[in-house]
Structures are given as structure tokens and as C-alpha cells.
């Protein structure tokens, strides 16, 4: 392969992107894929300080925005880019996407905030959509053990998904609904992504 991938897995909080983001990272690792799997927000310093506030009380909305911009240009400099170079598959736990939705619903134009991601990101070969109600989401957090944090508020994710759910009729994009046992969606996703592979 000479030619990097990037994947990128979205939807709300509690729908199964870290756990599908994982497993697919190992089915593809099973392949022969050269894969790396990361998140946004990143541990970088904006990361960080983005993490701190889903504990304490968010930012103001155009520090937050602010700073997740920052996060993800030092993501795409430091790993995305080169990674895709390389010619390795870039699994993403998060990417911009989210800043559509999130800040999306905290006021910002979605439209807007994807023109200046793009200005600095690759857009992804294919954005997975995990998707489940909030009610569904939130109880799945509840069973983690979590807490709900200050993104997690019910009326917030709702308006959030209905950003992500817009999103469905791109053609890079794929809605795939998580509510079924965590097999099945896995075999549903990785169905998707050799398609994509054999493009
Ligand atoms: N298909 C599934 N069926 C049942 N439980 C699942 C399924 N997929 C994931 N889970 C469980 O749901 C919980 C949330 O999953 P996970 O942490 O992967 O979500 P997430 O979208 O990454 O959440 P966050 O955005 O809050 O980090 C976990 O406890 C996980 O084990
Ligand atoms: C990338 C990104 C993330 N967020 C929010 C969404 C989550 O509630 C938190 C923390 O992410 P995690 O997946 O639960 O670890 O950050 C956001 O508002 N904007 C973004 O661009």
C-alpha cells in the first residue's frame, strides 16, 4: 500500500467509538494494515486543558473553539499527516466532525467551522457514525461507571446528533447504529472499511 487512510469515528458521547475505533485498529492490525489509533482531544496541551474543563466548567465558546482548533493542528502536523505518508491507516477517535457538532450546538455556524478545519485538515476517506439515542448513550455512560460531564448534558447531545445526523447523506460518511451487540457492529464497520480498502 502507498497510499494513507484516514478513518475517522464520530457521533456522540457513549455510542462505542473508542471501543470500535480499538477494535477495528486490531482487525485491520490482523491484516497486515499499518494502523495507528488515536483521539481528539489529544494529551497535548490543548487536549489537556479541553479534558480539564468536561470536569470543572466548559471554556467560553470561542476559547473552547479556540483550543480545539489548536489541538487538532498540532494533531494533523505532528501525527495525522505524516502517519498517512507513510502510508498507514490513521483511525481517529474524533476529528472535526465533532467541532461541527459540539460547537456547533454551543452557537458557532457548523458550515463555517468546517471550512476552517479543511483549511489545515485532510478530510477523512470515510467518517463512521456511531449513533444511538441520548437516552440510550447516556445509560451507557451511567454503565461505564461515569459520571456525566459538562459535554454530556442531555439537551446538549441532542442538539449535537442532530448535527451528526445531518451529515448522513455525504458520501464519505456512514451512519451505523450501535445499538446491537458489540460483534455485530464491528463486523458491520469492518465490512465497510475493506470496502473502502478495495477501492
Ligand atoms: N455495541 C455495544 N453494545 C453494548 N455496549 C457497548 C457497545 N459498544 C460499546 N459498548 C459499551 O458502551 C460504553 C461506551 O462505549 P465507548 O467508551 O466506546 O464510547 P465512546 O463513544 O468512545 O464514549 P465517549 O465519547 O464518552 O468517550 C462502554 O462501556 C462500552 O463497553
Ligand atoms: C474533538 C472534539 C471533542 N469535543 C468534546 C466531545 C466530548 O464530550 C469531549 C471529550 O471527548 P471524549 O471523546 O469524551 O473523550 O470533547 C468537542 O466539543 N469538540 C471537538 O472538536
Not at 480545539?68 to 493542528?73: A, H, T, Y
Not at 461507571?145 to 447531545?157: P, V
Request: proline share 4%.
Amino acid at each position: 500500500m502507498n497510499q494513507g487512510y484516514c478513518i475517522a469515528f464520530e457521533g456522540i458521547d457513549g455510542t462505542g467509538k473508542s471501543t470500535h475505533s480499538n477494535r477495528l485498529a486490531q482487525s485491520l492490525r490482523e491484516k497486515g494494515y499499518e494502523v495507528v489509533v488515536d483521539h481528539e482531544p489529544t494529551n497535548g496541551p490543548w487536549g489537556r486543558k479541553l479534558r480539564e474543563s468536561a470536569a470543572t466548567g466548559r471554556l467560553s465558546s470561542e476559547q473552547e473553539l479556540e483550543y480545539f482548533l489548536n489541538d487538532r493542528k498540532q494533531h494533523v502536523e505532528e501525527l495525522i499527516q505524516p502517519s498517512m505518508a507513510a502510508g498507514k491507516i490513521v483511525i481517529l477517535d474524533r476529528y472535526y466532525f465533532s467541532t461541527m457538532a459540539y460547537q456547533g450546538a454551543r452557537g458557532f455556524d457548523p458550515v463555517e467551522i468546517r471550512k476552517m478545519n479543511e483549511e489545515f485538515a485532510p478530510v477523512p476517506d470515510l467518517v463512521v457514525i456511531m449513533d444511538l439515542t441520548v437516552d440510550d448513550a447516556l445509560a451507557r455512560i451511567g454503565a461505564r461507571g461515569d459520571i456525566a460531564n459538562e459535554f454530556e448534558k442531555r439537551d446538549n447531545l441532542e442538539k449535537c446528533r442532530e448535527i451528526f445526523l445531518g451529515l448522513v447523506p455525504e458520501k464519505f460518511v456512514r451512519l451505523v447504529s450501535s445499538n446491537a451487540p458489540e460483534a455485530e457492529v464491528s463486523a458491520r464497520i469492518d465490512t465497510l472499511v475493506d470496502q473502502l480498502l478495495a477501492d
